[in-house]
């Protein structure tokens, strides 16, 4: 029945690419040809994504400085790529030395480059940094940043420049200065490149008998409390993981609330139904999901206060980031999730929870399906033989995302980084 089910899976995926595909041609409605996308060029001093560069939702962390004689030395690699110039003022290669990621980041800019201006070329001023040259902790002593500009140095161009590194994978870009753009990236194996749309395995669900369960040990077929569109709490069946480690530690976010007090703890590219402020309602009477790590002090968030009682807006009153070793990611029937009493989404990485749902409807549909054909046990030991990693079906959507969306409608931490 686990195959059968992956073959209904599989046959809607193929029918929705199909489908859009068949619509490609000229005309007007669902099948209407896209415009090439417009470049909103950065202003000066803006920098994507808004928070600072070595935070979890940007480059992450400083992790040491490299020498020549270090053991992390290796993890450098040069680039000679025509088509970029690399000033080299120290003249010893230094500025052609980056991290694999940061190399593959700026071909695919120096791709961009020529084909937004013909004739022009991208130029880097400053790569790996073996002299001291910039702050502390700069992420120039590990090769993971470099300063860019174009080669005829046209200043005019550098807000479109900036656009294009964000476009072309850059986790963090800054026009820095009006005589170079500054971009950065994660380090090759740092938590922060891992994140995925999780919760960690100690958090805790309510089951509909009202006993509690740790997320680790839920099984298909589960009721848990989750919440409909109006956020009236319902109990949902759980259908499986879309992302399960065991193993691996990663960085979460932890969002406690003053009245009443709750915690909540998840990955930043998870969704988290959060309140309007302006509307002064009490009541979620309309969802509104966001990033883990787009929320503040001050915004609002849901909590449920016991069995029998409604949702409740609680402030949040202070935000941390904590390491814990095991991450899940549930998903419901509904496609909402009370995680410790906190109301949120079952998905991550697009800031769209409605359109995640849609996307996720052939994986209930399987689900159903596997219910009325199969013995309730039956159906269970094939949702418990799950193995760790990301579910082939949202790795299948994440791929799909990425052809279709802008690179600004997904969080940067959203999928485990393949470099």
């Known amino acids: 029945m686990l195959l059968l089910s992956r073959f209904v899976l599989l046959g809607f995926l193929c ?3 199909v489908s859009s595909g068949m619509a490609c041609g000229p005309g007007r409605g669902y099948g209407r040809r896209k415009h ?6 950065l202003a000066y001093k803006q920098f994507i994504p808004n928070v600072a ?14 020498t020549r004689n270090s053991e992390r030395f290796k993890e450098l690699t040069p680039n000679y790529n025509p088509d970029i110039i690399f000033k080299d003022e120290e003249n010893t290669g230094a500025d052609r030395l980056m991290t694999q990621r940061c190399k593959d980041k700026l071909n695919s800019l120096a791709i961009s480059v020529m084909n937004q201006w013909p004739g022009v070329k991208l130029r880097v001023t400053e790569g790996w940094d073996e002299d001291g040259h910039h702050f502390e902790e700069s992420l120039h002593y590990e090769g993971r940043a470099v300063d860019i500009t174009t080669s005829d140095r046209d200043k005019s161009k550098y807000g479109t420049l900036s656009r294009l590194a964000v476009e072309a994978g850059f986790d963090w870009v800054y026009y820095e200065s009006k005589a170079h753009i500054h971009c950065s990236v994660k380090a090759e194996n740092s938590v922060a490149a891992k994140s995925g749309g999780c919760f960690p ?3 805790s669900v309510a089951l509909e008998d009202g006993s509690r369960r740790p997320v680790r040990d839920l099984r298909p077929g589960d009721r848990v409390l989750a919440a409909d569109e109006q956020g009236h709490l319902l109990y949902s069946d759980f259908i499986m993981f879309v992302d399960k480690d065991t193993d691996t530690r990663r960085q979460f976010y932890v969002i406690e609330t003053a009245e009443p007090r709750s915690r909540v703890t998840l990955t930043a590219a998870h969704l988290l ?7 002064g309602q009490e009541g979620p009477h309309a969802l509104s999901a966001a990033f883990a790590s787009s929320v503040r002090p001050g915004h609002r968030v849901f909590v449920s206060g016991g069995r029998d009682e409604p949702l409740r807006a609680a402030t949040v009153e202070r935000i941390y980031v904590e390491e814990h070793d095991s ?8 496609g909402t999730i009370v995680v410790d ?6 998905y991550a990485v697009v800031e769209d929870h409605r359109w995640a749902h849609w996307a996720f409807a052939p994986v209930r549909l399987g689900y159903g399906l596997s219910r009325l054909l199969l013995h309730r046990d039956e159906a269970t030991a094939n949702g418990t033989a799950a193995r ?6 949202s790795s299948a959507l994440y791929k799909i995302g990425t052809w279709v969306l802008s690179r600004s409608s997904m969080h940067p931490l959203g999928m485990p980084v393949v470099s």
Do not use: M
Request: aromatic share 10%; net charge positive.
């Open 53 to 66: 560069e070595k935070t979890l939702g940007a480059s992450g962390r400083y992790e040491g400085k490299i």
């Open 201 to 203: 395995g100690s958090a």
């Open 388 to 393: 760790d990693g990301v579910h082939w079906y």
């Open 36 to 41: 090439p996308k417009k470049l909103t060029p």
């Open 15 to 17: 029918a929705a690419l």
């Open 327 to 334: 991450s899940f990611a549930p998903v419901t029937a509904q």
């Open 341 to 346: 009493r906190v109301l949120a989404s079952c």
């Open 273 to 279: 139904f959060v309140a309007d402020n302006s509307t």
